[in-house]
């Protein structure tokens, strides 16, 4: 399934919006970066940046219409929830894990800047 917008097909078509957004998100990540000093936070920096750069990869080079005007291939279909990517997993997981770092560290001291 090709999704043209945002998660679970929110937004259809906005592709041009989006891939530019996602552009600023990517490089914001990577200048924040230098703050995270746990390994646990540096994982779920690179799951989100992953995950978007993957999509972004996908508009990308996936459009018939020119550059950036392609679609998100969306693969996993669990019945139950909208059908969904990898990348989009890895977004979705690693913003709960940076989340609970942020918040909670760890018993061995570990947080996030």
Not at 78 to 83: A, G, T
């Amino acid at each position: 399934m090709r999704n043209t917008g945002a998660a679970f097909s929110i937004g259809g078509g906005a592709g041009t919006f989006i891939a530019p957004l996602v552009i600023v998100v990517i490089v914001v990540l990577v200048w924040w970066n230098r703050g995270v000093s746990s390994k646990v936070g540096a994982v779920a920096l690179g799951m989100v940046l992953g995950g978007a750069m993957g999509n972004l990869l996908d508009r990308a080079l996936r459009g018939d219409a020119g550059f950036m005007q392609g679609a998100v291939v969306d693969f996993i279909d669990v019945q139950w929830w909208p059908v969904f990517n990898v990348a989009d997993a890895c977004v979705v997981v690693g913003g709960i894990l940076f989340a609970l770092v942020y918040y909670f560290g760890s018993d061995d001291g570990i947080r996030v800047r």
